[in-house]
């Protein structure tokens, strides 16, 4: 079994890279950097300000805004652990080869003319970009352009180590020793623990509900758990006392967390840093959020901490700097001679603390692609015996494709003992290019979660949190039936919730029609005047609906006037050309820059007292294209804790031939207050 479903992915990995390549390919070839940067592709108008030493030989390149242009930097979809090309601005997108991560080309005057690196830190004034150490003559030179900008390309790395990973998984020969494994490819039954269960006495958070406790208890005794957390029910709360449990059981116990992104584990990091002790926890790889609390955990940092490694990264960066005013390029190169001997020595007493830190560890926390990072697996090199790990906790599993999950549990073979899955395979699955092959697209689209229920029809595994914390009851009420079999349920202290509730808010209670009374309300936009567009700009001309824009601006505007703050409002639309004209609106032209606007996609995992949710889809064919898609409109009508605002034309969605489509806006016009906008009324 292990052989099958290894080849059934290595074909399908295989596929994705090359359709993410022709995807790539295209785009680069034929937008120009304005283009790119208007799809969220590229980040234009920066400079370099600064670079120095990273963790174990790395460049840092700590790039600013051009402030003759603006102060902040346009960010896009760029995101910390992404691959990107480094260029001077009058280099221009070469139309001639396939986008590759190029270690350097050469511009005129013969000199290195490009990097490539991973995003290491972002913010809004300043973008580090992890260099290999072979790019450190290159990467001087950009001290001499005022205007730099940065390319996404293609994660290579990323279908190397699945891929790797998937021959590694077709060669363990049978019978295969590690319990997990036999698991995940159908070769041992999972049968519950029954004859030595042990509920836990005393739980530390006094606030889980029975099903939170039950999913903790059985992940404790069992091992094998899968955690359905459906939106807003405490499943990163379960976790954490789950943690602590395991820690309270067995002292010596060593847990590896991991999740598909820097961010889906950064949220564990959060809430486990006041209750674990420091020297316990340690977060290898790319922090995405710049706490400090995330900071103190850090290798790279805590590396650093070391007197002698501190002391040699000092001495190495203040070459780096001399080199800036070398203007020679024999010169500069002769500088970095010396500087890569000083790199020598510091590798090694940089493994040696680093190996340090993580024996010292019991809790380390990482991304799925990190947990075979070489800090962790060089630990068995010395030692093939070595016992790292006892316990996996995979989280967002739902976000992952399965070969993803898999690095963890092959780079750590024979480690675990217990496997716990959390996640909601009813919110939006791992995102996939191929569009050409369904066969491919059900592969990866197929969570673990997903196969492992189908394995294990019976569910046993399964612990499903049934109470929320978020939503108004009325606005859970609809996905609770169509996603979760009416399972959900809202906990008294949020079933009644109000935007009226807000201390903030001045409303008056004699008002019928004030908004900040209403949890659910649909603006439905039949009619001529509120047709969708296309826009050409932008990639596939992605669709935008100017009607639905002034009636979100209208909404937003009666809020405000109730004192609403900005910060309660998120916006979100399924389509990338809505989103960036609604920006261009409220945050532009309006200033109202506290509102968050953002695709569906991009708003998985946050929540916002009000959430505006503007379909766009209006047209004669009752066209809804990935509006089908009910795992993404799931996630966007559980995103509100007090309101759901709905903008959509709803004789659209019960004319298109979807039925949850047409069970929802049947839904609403039972359930919503339904408004029928004028569009003279808001021009």
Known sequence: MNKELASKFLSSIKHEREQDIQTTSRLLTTLSIQQLVQNGLAINNIHLENIRSGLIGKLYMELGPNLAVNDKIQRGDIKVGDIVLVRPAKTKVNTKTKPKVKKVSEDSNGEQ???????????????TIALEESQ??????FYSYSKLYILKTINVVTYNRMESTMRKLSEISSPIQDKIIQYLVNERPFIPNTNSFQNIKSFLNPNLNDSQKTAINFAINNDLTIIHGPPGTGKTFTLIELIQQLLIKNPEERILICGPSNISVDTILERLTPLVPNNLLLRIGHPARLLDSNKRHSLDILSKKNTIVKDISQEIDKLIQENKKLKNYKQRKENWNEIKLLRKDLKKREFKTIKDLIIQS??????LHGSSSRELCSLYRDDPNFQLFDTLIIDEVSQAMEPQCWIPLIAHQNQFHKLVLAGDNKQLPPTIKTEDDKNVIHNLETTLFDRIIKIFPKRDMVKFLNVQYRMNQKIMEFPSHSMYNGKLLADATVANRLLIDLPTVDATPSEDDDDTKIPLIWYDTQGDEFQETADEATILGSKYNEGEIAIVKEHIENLRSFNV????????????????????????????TDIEISTVDGFQGREKDVIILSLVRSNEKFEVGFLKEERRLNVAMTRP??????????????????KYLKSWSEWCEENADVRYPNIDDYL
Not at 113 to 127: F, L, N, P, R, W
Not at 136 to 141: N, P, S
Not at 567 to 590: F, R, T
């Open 362 to 367: 019991r809790i380390v926390v990482t991304t």
């Open 641 to 658: 804790r007090r309101q759901l605002v709905v903008v959509g034309n709803i004789e659209v969605l019960q004319r298109c031939g979807n």
């Open 113 to 127: 003319a490009e990097c490539s690196g991973v995003v290491y830190k972002m913010s809004d004034t300043q973008i």
């Open 565 to 592: 703050p900005g910060n309660s409002i998120g916006v979100i639309s399924p389509y990338n050309a809505q989103v960036s004209h609604l920006k261009k609106l409220i945050h532009d032209e309006l200033k109202l």
């Open 136 to 141: 450190d003559v290159i990467a001087t030179t």
